[in-house]
């Protein structure tokens, strides 16, 4: 095994194969780029052709656009194709709208259900190099086998990357999600969210109400409002 050619020997030689394996992945999506573009160009050259010739219009087209639009990326998620990124980039240092709750007073109630919500995170956040991310779902949120956070300290239930959290982590509002809370104030919370299949045990009518920094959230494609299906972008 000492001798085996093929086995990294020390940091250059592991540099080496990784740069190695950047390539080919380069390379390929260099390969399927040129014949993303000569499908492009064929497709475009046909839409003309109809359009010209007075078959479609290009009312219809857009509406039959947006409906195998909506059924190709629901279908991409639950194959887990492509990556996941916030779709708009905001330095999280200087986001303004960050939500000011006292988690400690109720974590022991809410069992810090937002911790086990799956997001993207931004290229802000994956070129720090602090915020996990999953490596088979690039880029959600790294999680472990209990849905939770990777970044959650078991016990006090508290963030140990608290000044470096996502721009999501800073956006998200629980007060008004029904499925964390039935009543905020009262301090009530909803009765399955200690559960372990939480949140894909509930129905749609525990949906979160929308509101600012829901809405801002949502912008950003990384809140669903859809019950049953964790936070990820659609």
Not at 151 to 158: A, C, D, F, N, V
Not at 165 to 175: E, G, L, M, Q
Request: charged share 30%; hydrophobic share 35%; net charge negative.
């Amino acid at each position: 095994m000492k001798n085996d050619p093929d086995v990294p020997k020390g940091p250059e030689d592991l540099r080496r194969e990784i740069v190695r394996g950047i390539l080919y992945v380069h390379s390929r999506l260099n390969a399927n780029t040129g014949e993303t573009l000569e499908a492009l160009s064929l497709l475009a050259a046909l839409i003309e052709l109809l359009h010209q010739k007075g078959l479609i219009t290009l009312e219809e087209l857009e509406a039959a656009k947006q409906t195998a639009g909506g059924r190709l990326a629901e279908q991409f998620e639950e194959k887990g194709l492509g990556i996941l990124l916030q779709d708009k980039e905001e330095d999280k240092y200087a986001y303004p709208g960050s939500v000011k709750i006292d988690c400690a007073s109720r974590v022991h109630l809410c069992h810090a259900a937002c911790c086990r919500l799956a997001f993207a995170l931004s290229k802000q956040d994956v070129q720090e190099g602090i915020v996990k991310w999953d490596f088979e779902k690039p880029y959600l949120i790294a999680r472990g086998k209990d849905n939770y956070c990777t970044h959650i300290e078991q016990g006090p239930m508290t963030c140990s990357i608290w000044d470096k959290r996502p721009v999501p982590c800073r956006a998200f509002d629980c007060r008004r999600d029904g499925r964390i809370w039935i009543d905020f104030e009262k301090q009530i919370p909803h009765p399955d969210v200690a559960r372990s299949d939480w949140p894909s045990c509930l129905k749609d009518e525990h949906a979160p109400v929308a509101h600012e920094h829901d809405r801002v959230a949502a912008h950003r494609k990384v809140i669903s409002v859809k019950l049953g299906e964790e936070v990820i972008p659609t």
